[in-house]
């Protein structure tokens, strides 16, 4: 049960929007330009970084959605996903994903833990300064998304099937609307 009485039986952060609808539209449209506009990132790669800081942060909510998103768009499974999450360093990733994943880690422990040797590094795997920028503020953004899921105890549902499930629903609707209600 969440910390307060939300009026809905919404999983997760869809259950905060509901309650708030005035955040929701521009929570959404933050998640709709980070993981879906255009840029030379793709999509996955995008859930991707979402679902590590996610998964860094201990929030199984969005972990779990993203990593099914990512999961869909990568063309690979769950397990997949938590073993890139468990060890993104040996895992099947460019070299140029594995220095962004790096900054992100940084960025969920705090914005002065970008280092410019990483910068550097992910220049060097050819990562463009919109890459690095967008890498910066999913990795932000998500801290500030994870926090509030589990900062107001939401519920999440556990059968992790549930996120693979709504994943290609997800991906075709997008962030401005909600696949739960």
Known sequence: MA?????????????????????????????????????????GERELIATYVSYLNDCFFCQNVHGALAGHYLDCNIDQIDAIKADMQHADLSPKMKTLLAIAASVQKS??????????????????????????????????????????GTWSPQNRQFYVDRAPQRALDGYQSSVFK
């Open 3 to 43: 910390h307060i009485e939300l009026n809905n039986d919404l999983p997760g952060i869809r259950g905060l929007m509901a309650y708030r609808p005035e955040t929701e539209k521009p929570l959404n449209a933050l998640a709709e330009v980070l993981l879906r506009g255009d840029n030379s990132l793709s999509r």
């Open 111 to 152: 914005g002065r833990h970008v280092t410019p040797e990483q910068i550097e590094a992910a220049r060097a795997e050819g990562a463009t300064d919109t890459e690095l920028h967008d890498t910066v503020l999913i990795a932000a953004s998500f801290c500030m998304f994870n926090r509030y899921v589990d900062g107001l």
